[in-house]
């Protein structure tokens, strides 16, 4: 059965949902308010493609990022890349777990590593090390793919103001679908669990020698990642990176915008104080070249929840993005939702059980 699918959101989500449903038949038209692909979130954040290495606090988020992790090499062999050395290390007395609890759970949770025997010489302070396969994920080449593959399907400059059910359908900005899936994360309809809207800072370096990526975890720590750009890096820090908790979208706008110097320079030497701790080098070998802002939908809770969730209203989905891995969770479960919908209508009416009279003829 094929249906007319509204997709609201240019970001990972609506793009890769509207390239799997188009794949599968479905009359897919997507809308975004930007002009271009990828221009919120999905094209300002870390870019790292998880394996699960970052949530030791959440079994859920660890085993979708594991599993998100092959099927992403999979769906989209050219849409990433290796990270020569990627080292998560555990600082001494700063962590909210101890290297041995990290790595046990990590073990447990089916997601492999090698230990390194000893810190190298750029990190201090740090308890343990591991390296991780996770890889960088390419931005530019994405944007190129979907654009491509969406071309003819795509409303781009299209802001939705409206969406709502009708008999059978959904209509949105006044044009009906048989459904509307809404991959705003949370921006257009707020999901029916308890959220915040948190506008982010992100650092961007320049560094001409081939340094590792390092995460420090597990809590308030901060991380260096590799950008698509082999001398660009991502300078992120969970205390500092976020600039502020906001009770709605509108809110989260507002304090992404009002951003100017002074916020900037005063982030920057916190973040860059943060990171030398672990890795005292930082300010000789990295130059600042310039910010990333974005605005993150976060699920209100301690334990770090960044799974996906999809949620049914009628004929209208709503998408809980989690990461960039877990994109195929939110294809599955909406596909899954439709088909429920279709065959709960084909099946027939509840009737008594026919076992008995099987039971009795077999006896007779
Ligand atoms: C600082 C930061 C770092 C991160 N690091 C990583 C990382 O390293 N790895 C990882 O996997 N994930 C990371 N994430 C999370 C990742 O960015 C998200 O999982 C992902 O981008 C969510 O994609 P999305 O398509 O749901 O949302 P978005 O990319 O935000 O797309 C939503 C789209 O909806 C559009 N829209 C909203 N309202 C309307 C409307 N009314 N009408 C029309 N269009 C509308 C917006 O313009 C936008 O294009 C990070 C996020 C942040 C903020």
């Keep these: 059965m094929s249906f007319k699918v509204g997709i609201v959101g240019a970001g990972w989500y609506g793009c890769h949902l509207a390239s799997s449903l188009a794949t599968l038949g479905f009359e897919v038209t997507v809308f975004d308010r930007q002009e271009r692909l990828m221009q919120e979130a999905s094209g300002n954040n870390q870019f790292r493609l998880h394996l699960g290495f970052h949530y030791a606090r959440h079994h859920g988020t660890r085993l979708q990022s594991r599993d998100g992790f092959q099927r992403f090499i999979e769906r989209y062999p050219t849409l990433s890349r ?10 001494r007395g700063a962590s909210l777990i101890d290297f041995q609890t990290y790595k046990l759970i990590m073990a447990a949770s089916g997601i492999d590593y090698i230990e390194l025997a000893e810190a190298p010489d750029f990190l201090q302070s740090v308890e343990g ?9 390419l931005l530019h080449r994405a944007r190129e793919l979907f654009q491509q593959r969406l071309a003819g399907c795509l409303r781009l400059g299209t802001e939705v ?3 709502r059910n009708v008999d059978g359908g959904a209509e949105l900005n006044g044009e009906r679908f048989d459904y509307v899936i809404d991959a705003t994360w949370g921006q257009l309809r707020r999901p029916p669990i308890e959220v915040f809207y948190e506008p982010t800072l992100l650092l961007y370096y320049e560094c001409t020698e081939a340094v590792p990526a390092i995460t420090l975890v597990d809590g308030p720590l901060c991380s260096i990642y590799p950008t698509e750009d082999p001398q660009i890096y991502t300078l992120s820090s969970v205390p500092h990176t976020p600039l502020g908790r906001c009770a709605t979208a509108g809110e989260a706008h507002v304090k992404r915008a009002e951003v100017g110097r002074d ?3 005063a982030k920057r030497i916190a973040m860059e104080d943060q990171v030398s701790l672990n890795v005292p080098s930082f300010r000789d070998r990295f130059r600042f070249v310039g910010i990333q802002l974005a605005i993150k939908t976060k699920p209100v809770g301690q334990y ?8 049914q209203d009628g004929r209208i989905f709503g998408v809980m993005s989690g990461k960039i891995d877990t994109i195929f969770f939110a294809t599955e479960r909406i596909l899954s939702m439709i088909e429920a919908e279709h065959s709960a209508a084909a099946a027939p009416a509840e009737a008594p059980s026919a076992l008995r009279d099987s039971i009795l003829m077999r006896a007779a």
Excluded: G, H, K, M
């Excluded at 290796?82 to 600082?91: G, S």
């Excluded at 770090?304 to 949620?311: A, G, K, W």
């Design 304 to 311: 770090d929840d960044r799974s996906c969730y999809v949620f």
């Design 263 to 265: 916020l900037v320079t």
């Design 82 to 91: 290796e990270v020569a050395q990627n080292i998560y290390a555990v600082p």
């Design 129 to 137: 090390c591991l390296l991780a396969r996770e890889r960088v994920i």
């Design 161 to 163: 103001r409206t969406l």
